[in-house]
């Protein structure tokens, strides 16, 4: 029996006590790993092929010289190859999303643990952020599960539904890695990532927030599109400029921490201002009943589904000078008849205050920087009627415009004086009755300064459509009178003052005055 025996110091049993549990955690987790790999593995969709790679993309409508008319998709993307992507922007979405894409396999789990304990510490404690730990591999997996289950199955986040989805995009992703080189995956990635308004792929982003290809971005521009897959909406330059802003600055100062770019240019692009445009709708803006006959014949021989994922190109023989003439014929004949119509009134009538600034604001966002054009037609605000009751105050977008209502003589009512239109110059009280009925806050679905003028001459207005002609002489004057029974003495008189025209000369000449050859 040995006595005396020194006892090993505490941080040798330490070490011993932390060695065993270290193996045996490892063998729990390859042990788990091949339990879940046995479950999953089988349920997993196939490793998609690049050079066989078709995800959903839009179909083009061509006309016959070489105009875009119109686009028809579910998802809004152009595929590029890796190598018209720039470097840049590569660069970008590492820094952003996965700083560690080049050395891990497929699944960071440092970056994983650490999303873990943050998640666990906001849902205990109600402080600190949510960060999400998925790689880009992961993200790649993720939309290939979509593209073989749906999003929905694909997506789930509650319960074991979560954990399950979570299980099987780490094993699709170290397949992945094993079956694809990481520009392979990368190519994947930045054709198939969401990036907010119907935007799928860097290239549909470029054309729909800059309305450039995708080379041609600046480094400013590369960062804003970088920030938008971990949010699209909350980062949308759109809605939210200022989230999007500061979400710029990070993915800028993460590269430049990765040592990617300089200080100089940090800040250049920092400095860059945010300029995006709308999606711009081509279907409807360009030749909309043309290219909708277009879209009935291809679906009728080819399918729904083909012409939206398929990406279709689709020539036409429209020529779109010709067609963009007759568009306008038509549009300008078709007021000309809704003039005959009638004035059927304003399109609503906005009677508080809330209700205008609220149709202003609208305005303003539809209008997004146009200016107002001749030739267009705008929906515009009454803001004011003069007190002379000649002009109107419009807001056509939160732009201002004074409107002559001479031009919309059409618009007026018969009055019941006699020879009169409500409207004319000559009788003030008229004017009034007829500028009553465009009530300050009504909305108008046209602008008339766009297709009118004003008049040169305000003391002979022009006489409406389809309104009786004056009669010449007192032979029309009788037949008019046996057509209008009980009105034949004031219709004479009407003719007889209407028959005389009295015309002064010079200062100091004697005034003449000339009858009809009929009158006697």
Not at 237 to 258: G, H, Q, T
Not at 309 to 329: H, N, P
Request: charged fraction near 25%; include cysteine.
């Amino acid at each position: 029996m040995l006595v005396d025996v020194p006892k090993p110091r505490w941080w040798k049993r330490l070490l011993k006590l932390g060695g065993f549990l270290f193996l045996t955690g490892a063998t729990a987790a390859v042990f788990g790993y091949g339990v879940l790999y046995w479950l999953y593995a089988d349920t997993l969709p196939d490793i998609p092929r690049v050079d066989e790679y078709r995800p959903p993309i839009l179909t083009e409508v061509v006309t016959q010289d070489a105009l875009l008319a119109g686009e028809f998709y579910n998802e809004r993307r152009k595929v590029v190859p890796y190598e018209r992507v720039p470097k840049r922007l590569v660069q970008a979405f590492i820094a952003s999303e996965d700083s560690s894409f080049f050395d891990h396999l497929g699944v960071d789990v440092l970056g994983t643990s650490r999303a873990t304990y943050r998640t666990l510490m906001k849902k205990l404690t109600g402080r600190g952020s949510v960060q999400g730990g998925s790689t880009l591999t992961q993200q790649t997996a993720k939309a290939v599960l979509i593209s073989a289950e749906g999003y929905k199955a694909a997506t789930q986040r509650k319960g074991w539904a979560g954990i399950r989805r979570k299980i099987r995009e780490a094993l699709l992703a170290q397949r992945l890695e094993s079956a694809l080189t990481k520009e392979e995956i990368l190519y994947l990635y930045l054709n198939n990532v969401y990036l907010g308004h119907h935007s799928y792929g860097v290239q549909s982003a470029a054309e729909n927030y800059y309305r450039k290809d995708v080379k041609d971005l600046t480094l400013g521009e590369m960062a804003l599109i970088a920030g938008l897959p971990q949010a699209p909406s909350a980062y949308s330059p759109f809605m939210r400029p200022e989230a999007a802003i500061n979400r710029r600055k990070y993915v800028l100062r993460r590269m430049l921490d990765e040592g990617m770019i300089t200080k100089a240019e940090h800040d250049q692009a920092a400095a860059e201002k945010v300029s995006v445009f709308s999606v711009e709708d081509v279907f409807h803006g360009f030749a909309p009943y043309f290219t909708e006959e277009v879209r009935r014949n291809v679906v009728e021989r080819y399918g729904n589904k083909t012409l939206l994922d398929e990406g279709l190109k689709v020539f036409t023989t429209m020529d779109s000078e010709k067609q963009r003439a007759a568009q306008e014929a038509v549009l300008a004949n078709l007021l000309i008849v809704d003039k005959r119509q009638g004035f059927r009134g304003p399109v609503q009538q906005l009677a508080t205050p809330e209700a205008r600034t609220a149709f202003i604001a609208r305005s303003k966002k539809v209008m997004g920087e146009e200016t107002l054009a001749m030739g267009r037609f705008y929906v515009g605000l009454v803001t004011a009627i003069a007190k002379d009751d000649l002009t109107a105050d419009v807001n056509v977008g939160g732009q201002l415009a004074r409107l002559p209502l001479l031009g919309m003589r059409w618009a007026r009512k018969r009055c019941r004086r006699r020879a009169c239109w409500c409207g004319s110059s000559r009788s003030p009280s008229c004017r009034r009755r007829w500028s009553a009925s465009i009530p300050t806050g009504s909305t108008w679905w046209r602008w008339w300064a766009a297709t009118t003028s004003t008049p040169t001459s305000t003391t002979a207005p022009s006489r409406p459509a389809g309104s009786p002609a004056r009669a010449s002489s007192r032979s029309s004057t009788r037949r008019r009178s046996r057509r209008w029974s009980g009105r034949k003495a004031r219709s004479s008189s009407t003719a007889r003052s209407s028959s005389t025209i009295r015309s002064t000369s010079t200062p100091g000449s004697r005034r003449t005055t000339r009858r009809s050859s009929s009158g006697k």
